[in-house]
């Protein structure tokens, strides 16, 4: 308690209240207020409907949902396995090509979403590699957007993990395969689920290198809310923003799911 | 991005094993890495340098860089930055002084909505922004959603969070007793904490600041959300360029520009992050 008097910290609860609201809890209220409201002219909706989440259920909103969590699923899968791959395999290389890979692994973080799907236009528009058009460029700008975030958390859970363990079974006559299988990969399974939440996340709401990418037939929620707002449509974009936080969430509650099982284990 | 936030959590020292080097097991990430993300960088580079005839050269670069599109661009670009940073510093230090040493009851809840916010998606903020300060919004505030303060309010709204983060995790490890002394000593909450919470929260708040300055400057989604007609930054631009009028030579030039500030800007990220990591050492 760094304030003795009662009137000094309502004083200060009452800004925090007011700061807390306007930054954290407003825009969430007023998504889901506009995701169910009919018409808003004055300080609350008017009427409330359900029709704006029929809709975002049904034809072009529902298809990208779809197109989402399938993007949302995949890069995640891949990302978390080249990670995992990358962390586990560069604790065991030379000291000097361990940092190099560390660099090169944190590197695309520093580069913008836009400019990563400006260069994927430039690179897979062209001959060796000519995908771009399709869905698979964006399912790879995703994979490489989440892989420094997937390596990262993999590679910090590594470094608090105690190698006494390995050791032991190691000396214990287990092959370099076994002791990954039964000891290195079930104490990482928490931070590798971790690491799945949080790919799954970003993924879900990628925005800038999918804005660059997407073909006609592999358009993603995000894309497609900016499509709506654009036409005015706020209050189905509301629907659909919600729609997707909603999706997010469940799938990060499921990851936490298997997290807290297998830890029990 | 806004991964940098979660996983940003300082690892403590590393127990090192000796064992024999197998480098070669990296090779398949390595190649996914370098065959689908350092040879398009590298093609990004090339491309800025090459002409609307196809010659080699700095051509395209001086043009770039001298027309006023995109020096205004750029200046709104740092300008937005330093100004969202430092609302963000501000106001996520004081909602986390608050959290941490005036608590109340929900306080942890609320600490925890944090963390989830962190992982939504930024143009969340613009949607809603419409609906508050949008020219039909509850608070009829006309065209002020459109002009870059309209912008630098909804990247202070979505980015404070990120400071508010490491504030809490540093404020956390300020030890009571410290500050109890410097009460008892005659101390008010003030000098308290000038002298003894702020310098020991600086490293993290530092490195706070700086990762917002990195995630702000690549801000793209509240800025084409938003839509505002004469606020354009730098990845507005290369989206433009890109997809709008598809002048690649152009949108390269920009983008290489752009990674250039924003490497420089993660340099000092991870520098200070492992400062901060050494300092807490050093203390234990």
């Known amino acids: ?265 | 991005m806004t991964g940098l936030a979660l996983t940003a959590v300082a690892a403590p020292a590393r127990r090192r094993e000796k064992r024999p080097g197998h480098g070669w097991l990296l090779l398949p990430p390595v190649l996914v890495l370098l065959g689908f993300f350092g040879y398009p960088l590298v093609l990004v580079v090339l491309q800025s340098l090459e002409s609307k005839t196809g010659e080699f050269g700095l051509s395209v670069w001086l043009d770039v860089l001298g027309s006023a599109e995109f020096r205004d661009a750029a200046w709104k670009t740092v300008a937005l930055a330093l100004g969202a940073t430092a609302g963000c510093v501000v106001l996520g230090t004081f909602l986390a002084l608050v959290i941490a040493f005036v608590p109340f009851p929900g306080a942890r809840t609320l600490s925890r909505l944090v963390d989830t916010v962190l992982a939504f998606p930024s143009f969340l903020i613009a949607l809603a922004f419409t609906f508050i300060y949008g020219s039909a919004g509850i608070l009829g505030a006309g065209g002020f959603l459109y002009s870059p303060f309209g912008i630098l309010l909804a990247e202070i709204t979505f980015y404070t969070p990120f400071v508010m983060r490491p504030a809490l995790a540093a404020f956390g490890q300020v030890s009571s007793a410290q500050m109890e002394v410097a009460a008892s000593l005659g101390a008010k909450p003030g000098r308290v904490l000038r002298q003894v919470i702020l310098p020991e929260a600086l490293p993290s708040l530092a490195s706070g600041a700086c990762l917002t300055m990195l995630l702000a400057m690549n801000e793209f989604g509240i800025v084409l959300f938003l839509g505002a007609k004469d606020v354009t930054t730098l990845p507005m631009l290369v989206y433009g360029k890109g997809i709008v009028t598809f002048d690649f030579p152009q949108a390269c030039v920009i983008a290489v520009v752009n990674v250039v500030f924003s490497l420089a800007l993660y340099g000092t990220y991870r520098r200070l992050t492992k400062g901060g990591q050494r300092a807490a050492v050093d203390q234990a």
Do not use: C
């Not at chain 1, 989440?53 to 072009?60: Q, V, Y």
């Not at chain 1, 993924?203 to 800038?208: D, N």
């Not at chain 1, 006609?216 to 974009?237: C, E, H, K, N, Y």
């Not at chain 1, 923003?241 to 990060?252: P, S």
């Open chain 1, 1 to 265: 308690m760094l304030l003795w008097t009662r009137r000094s910290r309502v004083l200060l609860w009452a800004v925090f209240a007011v700061l807390f609201t306007a930054i954290v809890l407003a825009p969430l209220l007023m998504i889901v207020l506009a995701s169910v409201a009919g018409n808003w002219t004055g300080l609350l909706p008017g009427a409330l409907t359900g029709s704006h989440f029929a809709r975002a259920l049904s034809g072009e909103t529902f298809a990208s949902l779809s197109v989402s969590i399938q993007t949302g699923v995949i890069a995640s899968l891949v990302s978390v396995l080249l990670g995992t791959w990358a962390a586990l395999a560069s604790q065991s290389a030379p000291s000097k090509l361990r940092k190099a890979v560390d660099t090169l692994f944190h590197l695309p973080i520093a580069v913008p979403s836009v400019v990563l799907g400006l260069a994927m236009l430039v690179a897979f528009s062209r001959p060796p590699l000519a995908f771009n058009g399709t869905r698979w460029i964006v399912l790879l700008g995703h994979v490489m957007i989440l892989l420094p975030f997937s390596y990262s958390t993999v590679s910090a859970a590594i470094a608090r993990m105690d190698p006494l363990l390995a050791q032991a079974a190691a000396s214990l006559g287990a092959s370099p395969v076994r002791v990954l299988l039964r000891v290195r990969l079930p104490v990482l399974l928490p931070s590798i689920s971790a690491s799945a939440s949080l790919a799954l996340a970003m993924s879900m709401g990628e925005l800038g290198a999918t804005m660059m990418l997407y073909p006609p037939d592999w358009r993603t929620l995000p894309a497609s809310i900016f499509a709506l707002t654009d036409r005015g449509q706020v209050f189905l974009a509301s629907a659909s923003t919600v729609l997707l936080l909603a999706v997010t969430l469940a799938g990060v509650v499921i990851l936490g799911l298997a997290r807290g099982r297998a830890a029990q284990r």
